[in-house]
């Protein structure tokens, strides 16, 4: 199943924003997770708010509750996330051409 997560500021954000030292282990754990094709697509959001959002490959939404607790930047509260199951209806990026 696919799960968006949808990253806010947290309790504990710095306005460092991504520059921070809270961003680089998040960074990290993103990139795990990338690699072993649980993260399909993620990253910032462009307005300025802080926030983000990611697309897992999960099986269950305990699961996708799980990886993303052990994110350390939502441990340490920069962010709060919101999980929410998800269908793909249209897809551009398998589009043939």
Do not use: C
Request: aromatic share 10%; no cysteine; hydrophobic share 40%.
């Amino acid at each position: 199943m696919y799960v968006a997560v949808i990253y806010s500021k947290g309790p504990n954000w710095r306005e460092e924003g991504p520059k921070g030292e809270h961003i680089s282990p998040h960074i990290a754990h993103q990139h795990r997770l990338f690699d072993e094709d649980i993260l399909l697509m993620g990253g910032p959001f462009t307005d300025g708010g802080g926030g983000g959002l990611a697309i897992l490959d999960v099986e269950s939404l305990d699961e996708a509750q799980g990886i993303v607790g052990n994110d350390p930047a939502v441990k340490a509260g920069f962010y709060e996330v919101v999980f929410h199951p998800w269908r793909i209806s249209l897809n551009a990026l398998n589009r043939e051409e």
